[in-house]
């Protein structure tokens, strides 16, 4: 479903930027199944134009657990692409209930 949701916004020619864990609602019914997902937390999303005019994003925003290695790159540029690693952290999660990278603080990580 969360892959669906991706889907979605990039029909829609939208970069989410933020993607984790804690903005996933899931919607559960009384025998605790999973019946709907809802990707939450639009405020840093922007339109990725790249398809139409080859524009891509710059600069650093999100959680940086979740950022794609690109994004911390000064004068780099990235587009959609930083969802579907962010997705993929998300589904790592999820697999293995840890995070891929860790540190003790943001330098390490």
């Known amino acids: 479903m969360i892959v669906e949701?991706?889907?979605y916004l990039?029909?829609?020619n939208l970069v989410h930027f933020d993607l984790k864990l804690d903005n996933i609602l899931v919607n559960l019914d009384q025998e605790n199944n999973v019946t709907n997902?809802?990707?939450t937390d639009f405020g840093l999303t922007q339109s990725n134009r790249q398809n139409s005019t080859n524009e891509k994003g710059a600069g650093a925003s999100g959680t940086l657990s979740y950022m794609a290695p690109e994004m911390l790159?000064?004068?780099s540029s990235y587009d959609k692409a930083i969802d579907a690693w962010s997705l993929?952290?998300?589904l790592y999660a999820?697999?293995?209930n840890v995070m891929p990278f860790f540190?003790?603080?943001y330098n390490e990580l």
Do not use: A, Q, R
């Open 5 to 7: 949701g991706m889907v």
């Open 10 to 12: 990039d029909s829609c």
């Open 37 to 39: 997902l809802c990707i």
């Open 73 to 75: 790159v000064p004068d």
């Open 88 to 90: 993929g952290i998300n």
């Open 94 to 96: 999820l697999l293995f």
């Open 103 to 105: 540190g003790e603080n």
